[in-house]
Structure formats: C-alpha cells, structure tokens
C-alpha cells in the first residue's frame, strides 16, 4: 500500500487533477492520497493558502474579505467546473467565507485550502473524503505523534482508500491547528507510518533531487536512490526538494520515500531509504551553501588549556549564535558561524571572547562558502580526499578549510564565496560526470 502526496503545484488547475488520477489509475497500490491546496500556476500566480492568510489579516482589521476571497473562490470554480463538477463547492465556500469574515482564527482558515482542495479529489476521484481533523492530533500546539498514529489507525484501516487534506489537524476538541508551511509532506509521513505503509510517495513539480543544483551544473544528473542520512547533509547545505525533518515519521518507520515528477510520471524521480540500495557510487551529491564567517583565533599552548574551547563557545551561546563546525589546530581554534546570526552581534562577540581566554590573536573573515560532497560510500574507497583536493586545487581554488568526522559520510570544503560555482563544478566533472 502506498501513501501518494500531492503538493500545490501538482493541483494548481483541472489538468493536474487529471494527471493526478491518471497517476492513481496506474497503480492500485496508491490507496491513501492526501493534498495541498492549489499553488500557483505560474510565477505571477498567487498560492490558495496565501490567499486565506490574507483573508484572515483582512477580517482581523474588520475589513472585507470579498476583493481576495472571491480570487479563492474562483480558483475552485474553475477547476470544478473544468472537470464537470460544476457548483460542488459553493455551500463549503460560502460557509467558508462566513466564517472567515466572522473572526475565524488564523489555523482554521488557512487550512481550508487543503481541506477544500481535498473535498474537490474526493469527488473526482470517487474515493471517501476523511478529514484531517479526525487524524492528526495536536497537544499544546505541537503534532501528538502516538495520538496521531492511533487516530490514523482506528480511522483509515477499516476503509480501502481517502483522500485527506495535507497541512493540519486538531486538538482533539475542534480547535483546528496546522503544520509549518509545506507542511502537508509531513502529514502524508505521519499517516503512511501509522499505517505502516510501504512507500511513501511525494508528487511535486521536478524529477526528483539532482546530483547538484543546476543552476551551477545545468546538466547535473538525477540520483536515483539516497539515504534519508544523505538527504540530511544535502539539505542541509541548502539542496531544497525535500527537507528530511519533513517526513521523520516515516524515516524512523524505515518506510522509503519517492520523489515523483506530476508532470513526468514515467520518470521514477528519486527514492529515499534508510540503508544504501544500489552500488554505492563514491559521491551521491554535492551541495554548496554561501553566508559563512569564520572566527579564527589562535593562542600559544592552547592545547594544555583545559576548557579552552567551551569558554569560547559559551559566548556564542550567550548571543544564542548556534556554531555549525569547529575545525581546530593545535594552538589555534576555528569557530564557523552563519553571517546573519554573527555580523549583528560581532563586536560584543570578540570583546567577551577576549575577555573569556585572552587569546593571543583573533581575526574574523566573511563571505565564506561552504561545499559538501555527499556520498555513503565515500570512506570506504581509498584516496577520495586526494581525488577530491586535486580536483579542485587544479581549478586554481584556494581551499580555506576542509572538515571530515570520520563516522560522517561527507567532506565540506571551506572556500571564497566566488569561487563556489567553480568548485561545484570541479568535483562534479572529477567524481559524477561520465
Ligand atoms: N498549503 C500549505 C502551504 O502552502 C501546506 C503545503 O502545501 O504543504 O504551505
């Protein structure tokens, strides 16, 4: 049985509901689907959810929904009436509407657009229509992950198939809360792991991750398979198809993740496991990400100083700056930090770091970039560093740092911000290219 997930863009018009059960007629497996609301049909277009979010601040000012509502209600209307289901949704807009212009809150009415465009599948589809408020449960503003479980079971077991709207749930008492945004990629995890399903597959509007970002590499190939650990790295470093803390329910299931294309649904996008499938190449993908400083200082025996570093550390965590690495020399100290979180804070920064261990120089430097290479097998083949340091240093690019953990399945590479394109493409054409 398989969970399939919709996302806005792969239900932003009548043709992509069609595409949508074309994709479910092929594989009977596809029992539970669960949905976004409309997204945008192009880049001038506006998204469903944004929509409401507008109706709300507008009804919280106590002024009239109508110039931005009748946009949500239009949206609807074509695409019920595209697909011959002319009128379905008039009585829920119309209640909808009441309500948002009656003071609803913020969750209720942002939610509407997966639970409307939820209502729209159902009827197309001809499959039972189950309201997310009856499955995803929420204490104290956060997702109950044991209720939820329980509440899927309990509700979706007995039926063969729904469709369920994305994005939100409830207290229990009827109050509606929802998800981050994007958060409907969570909700298909949270129901395909209670039902212990055994894909989960994420509809959306590429092919699936790619070895690199193809703004920098524009023929970078598509990977076939990766480790939700692999995934970590990548989105981490800014790779953003998917992000993993997205779908942990079903990573912590052991249950994979599929990456399909709506537009593409011969192409078998990019699928997630827990443990390697294939023949593990030495790089699966690698990912850059700029907006880095590093804070270098140095001190003369600092290796018998006990407590050097947590002292140095301690003062970041005082301005609530989270350090991202932390390479190290014998008598110096590198602590590497987002710009955006430091620059605002720099001066009091190195006035208390001076004042913590008196270091004998400190100098900070900006505009650092970082480059992961991702790739599970990459240890266990010998010379990858070589390879790898050759292959950019052949490019005439200075490397300022390079960070491997040894249980770790990457090597970041520290280089000048200008030069991040060249070095993506370095290591792609040593390691990926064919
Ligand atoms: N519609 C919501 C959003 O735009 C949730 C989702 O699409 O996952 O964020």
Not at 111 to 118: Q, V
Request: hydrophobic share 45%; glycine share 8%.
């Amino acid at each position: 049985m398989i969970v399939a997930k919709f996302g806005g863009s792969s239900l932003s018009d009548a043709k992509q509901f069609q595409n949508v059960r074309r994709i479910l007629e092929a594989e009977p497996a596809r029992q539970y689907i669960v949905v976004s609301a409309p997204g945008k049909r192009d880049d001038a277009d506006q998204k469903v959810t944004d929509l409401l979010i507008a109706c709300h601040q507008l009804a919280h000012k106590g002024e009239a929904i109508y110039p931005v509502y009748s946009v949500v209600e239009q949206r609807f209307a074509q695409i019920a009436d595209a697909l011959g289901l002319e009128n379905y949704l008039n009585t829920e807009l119309l209640d909808i509407g009441h309500a948002i212009q009656g003071g609803a809150s913020h969750a209720f009415t942002a939610s509407r657009g997966e639970y409307l465009s939820a209502l729209l599948m159902a009827k197309w589809l001809d499959r039972p229509f189950v309201d997310a408020a009856a499955l995803l449960r929420f204490a104290a503003g956060k997702l109950d992950e044991e209720a939820t479980s329980q509440a899927v079971r309990r509700t979706l077991s007995s039926q063969e198939g729904a469709v369920i709207p994305g994005f939100y749930g409830s207290d229990g008492q009827g109050g509606i809360h929802v998800l981050s945004r994007g958060g409907s990629d969570t909700s298909a995890a949270c129901i395909a792991a209670a039902l212990d399903a055994e894909l989960l597959e994420i509809w959306t509007d590429v092919t699936g991750f790619r070895a690199a970002d193809p703004r920098i590499v524009p023929d970078a190939q598509y990977i076939a398979s990766l480790t939700y650990r692999e995934l970590r790295e990548l989105s981490y470093m800014g790779a953003s198809v998917l992000h993993e803390d997205a779908v942990f329910p079903v990573r912590t299931a052991g249950i994979p993740t599929s990456i399909r294309n709506t537009g593409n649904p011969l192409h078998p996008g990019t699928t997630i496991t827990y443990h390697s499938q294939t023949r593990v190449p030495v790089v699966t993908g690698i990912a850059g990400k700029k907006g880095f400083s590093i804070i270098v200082l140095e001190k003369n025996r600092m290796n018998d100083e006990v407590g050097f570093a947590r002292k140095v550390l301690a003062v970041f965590e005082r301005h609530g700056i989270s350090f991202e690495h932390l390479p190290t020399g014998i008598d110096a100290l590198c602590v590497m930090v987002m710009t955006s979180a430091f620059a605002p804070k720099r001066e009091a920064v190195l006035q208390e770091i001076h004042e913590a261990v008196s270091p004998d120089s400190v100098h900070t430097e900006d505009r650092i970039a970082l480059v992961a290479c991702v790739g599970v097998g990459m240890f266990r083949q010998y010379g990858t560093a070589a390879r790898l340091i050759t292959a950019v240093s052949e490019q005439g690019i200075g490397i300022r740092t390079m960070l491997q953990a040894p249980s770790e399945l990457s090597i970041i590479l520290g280089v000048d911000e200008e030069n991040l394109d060249k070095t993506v493409n370095a290591i792609y054409d040593a390691f990926i290219r064919t």
